[in-house]
């Protein structure tokens, strides 16, 4: 069995259909031999979201789907400016660039998202009509922006977040193919532009050897491969949760598939003080609460009771480090079979700052 423990949630490609689209309000290339059907139509229960960019009223409209709202991709096209493009290759539409690149796959499923090759599994997409949608928490949590909705007046305005000054772009590790019986294609953050180049050696040296340490166990993995197995592979993918105050907040995703029912991933979180480049435990962010870990083991425990799926063995965090931030808030993260079985996913629970700190903390005055 294999030393690498990962899994990719829901691992998209394999098996699915793909689908050349007209987004709305304009036309990209459509792909006949790759059509599908529009997976949804609209519901008799959606409502208009009429969208602003930066406070300017637009001619576009979203949608509102069970108090969900999507933003048309002609919208970030022809309005954000975003980069839009179709791989016949891939069968699949990928938006944006750099750090912020989202890929969406259609098919008789539904619409899939990465970004960065990181699988999200909190969000899906809609194809309506054969026109492409995506939620706006999408957009808050993965790709730079913040929205004000106004659910009274239905309207949304679509704004860029404050991020760090810095840049963010993907590194890849590549070696093998499927005629060879194993495939790594592993991508990863590295940043740029910081004024400490010191702190910003230190950053991207521990992305890198995070993803170096995995590239090295799937080596050691596929040289003890039978060639009768069916070919091995090994994907890595990560997500920019939260690039404010000074912080940097990194999600990666390793995967591997050696054989068997499914493949294996882990999770693994980085959150860096852009003053040092220290990888900042919680109690460096909620250390204002001298009984914040009690709290959370008391709240974490509340949860996982309540969790149908849940078998055991939680008795308290025994690491600092398996956590992430996003704009206002701290999610707490297990590797699958922790405390859940592999069909359950990987467990997440979000907690406000305010949960945790003080009132009026922050939880990052000690980083100033």
Do not use: C
Request: proline share 4%; net charge positive.
């Amino acid at each position: 069995m294999s030393k690498i423990s990962m899994k990719n949630g829901r691992k998209w490609g394999v098996g699915l259909l793909a689908a050349g689209l007209l987004l709305g309000g304009g036309v990209l290339p459509v792909h006949t031999s790759f059509a599908a059907p529009a997976v949804k139509n609209p519901s008799k229960a959606d409502t208009v979201a009429v969208l602003k960019w930066n406070g300017a009223l637009t001619q576009q409209t979203g949608i509102v789907r069970n108090g969900q709202v999507f933003v048309p991709v002609t919208f970030l096209r022809d309005v954000v400016k975003l980069p839009v493009t179709y791989s016949q290759k891939d069968s699949a539409y990928t938006i944006g660039k750099d750090s912020a690149k989202m890929k969406l796959l259609v098919s008789s499923y539904g619409v899939s998202i990465t970004v960065n090759n990181f699988f999200i599994n909190d969000y899906e997409g809609l194809n309506v009509n054969n026109r492409l949608y995506v939620p706006l928490g999408l957009l808050t949590d993965y790709m730079g922006y913040k929205g004000d909705w106004n659910a009274p007046s239905g309207r949304l305005n679509l704004m860029v977040s404050p991020q760090n000054a810095l840049k963010i772009t993907t590194a890849n590790y590549a070696k093998g193919s499927e005629d060879k019986g194993a495939v790594i294609n592993l991508d990863y953050p590295q940043v740029s532009g910081l004024a400490n180049t010191d702190v910003q050696q230190k950053i991207n040296a521990a992305l890198k050897q995070s993803t170096m340490r995995f590239a090295a166990s799937a080596e050691e993995d596929i040289a003890g491969r039978d060639k009768q197995s069916p070919p091995y592979s090994y994907d890595a993918g990560y997500a920019v949760t939260y690039n404010q105050n000074g912080v940097l907040s990194v999600l990666l995703n390793q995967y591997g598939y050696s054989g068997g029912a499914h493949g294996m991933s882990y999770r693994q979180a980085f959150t860096f003080s852009l003053k040092d480049g220290k990888q900042l435990l919680l109690g460096d962010l909620f250390g204002a609460n001298p009984n914040y870990k009690k709290d959370l083991n008391t709240k974490l425990s509340q949860r996982f009771k309540a969790d149908e799926s849940y078998f055991g063995g939680f008795t308290g965090l025994n690491t600092e480090q398996s956590y992430y931030l996003k704009d206002g808030k701290v999610v707490i993260f297990f590797q699958l079979y922790e405390y859940t079985p592999y069909a359950a996913g990987f467990p997440e629970f979000a907690f406000t700052f305010k949960e945790l700190l003080p009132n009026g903390g922050s939880p990052f005055s000690a980083l100033k």
